[in-house]
């Protein structure tokens, strides 16, 4: 079982930048692909950015150019660095660590981002 704490998320203006965490616990950390989602009010969940185990990276449109998804196996942690943010980036960001191989995927709890114009 993995649990995922995430912190980092705030109220910024935009433009301005934020770096979420999201660290685990509780297995191996690097046999796991990791992503961040984020859910808006009245949206659907939506892809941000995921990392493959061999370091392929993806993103969506949207956030191309101004978020990096980056991971510290040694500290079992994922991260979403996130630069310009825009007031439609306003919404509650979760990480996942996911193994398609195994069949799982886990969540962290959760963090809002709100970005004011």
């Known amino acids: 079982q993995v649990q995922l704490v995430q912190s980092g998320g705030g109220l910024v203006q935009a433009g301005e930048s934020l770096r979420l965490s999201c660290a685990a616990s509780?297995?191996?950390?690097?046999?796991?692909?990791v992503g961040w989602y984020r859910q808006a009010p009245g949206n659907q969940r939506e892809m941000v950015a995921t990392?493959?185990?061999?370091?392929?990276?993806n993103y969506a449109d949207s956030v191309k150019g101004r978020f990096t998804i980056s991971r510290d196996n040694s500290k079992n942690t994922v991260y979403l660095q996130m630069n310009s943010l825009k007031p439609e980036d306003t919404a509650v960001y979760y990480c996942?660590?996911?193994?398609?191989?195994?069949?799982?995927?886990?969540w962290g709890q959760g963090t809002q981002v709100t970005v004011s114009s």
């Open positions: 996942s660590l996911y193994s398609a191989r195994l069949g799982v995927d886990y």
């Open positions: 509780g297995s191996v950390f690097s046999i796991y692909a």
């Open positions: 990392r493959g185990t061999g370091g392929i990276t």
